[in-house]
């Protein structure tokens, strides 16, 4: 019971030929296009405004999930009746195997504490809409993960780490994050 929902925000590669192979196959599977390029945080944005779903979470084109994370992570939620989680992730240069480490993510999370560090990868995040709404990134180019993360944390007071890499984090020398200026 799940809803994969792709934003194109005006990618100059054959992205969309394929996305659109697999929405024809699935139908949970469906592609929104940007009208022009506005960066993570807007196609982001799209998404969480077109999810029907109560679980929202984020997967960026060049990482990769576990293939249960999805299962295991929305299971720890329920059983402890928590709002926000993440996870552990694997940190990946290029295609080697096996991962290069694991980023541990704390226990608990705290909203000053995350003013301190941004101490949770966007890519383990799960926040349910059920119990705190729907909440969007800002409109900014960088770090709009971040300040959703404060957002979401003002709201709950904590968030809780599943205590296993559920996540694989792909490092390249394109990437957006790498490039801290």
Known sequence: NWEHLLVDDCS??????I?????EKDPRIKLFKQTHNGGAGLARNRAIGEASGRFIAFLDSDDYWHRE???KQIKFMVTHNYS????NYYVVYKEEKPPKYIVKAPEKVGYKKIL???YIGCLTVIYD??????????????RQDWVLKINILRK??????????LAFYRVGEASLSKNKY
């Open 19 to 23: 996305i659109e192979s697999y929405c």
């Open 156 to 165: 709950v007071g904590y968030g809780y780490s599943i205590d296993e890499p």
């Open 12 to 17: 100059s590669d054959n992205s969309v030929s």
């Open 129 to 142: 809409t059920k119990r705190i709404g729907k909440i969007y990134m800002p409109e900014i180019r960088k």
């Open 116 to 118: 301190r560090n941004d």
């Open 84 to 87: 926000f989680t993440f996870s």
């Open 69 to 71: 994370k999805l299962e």
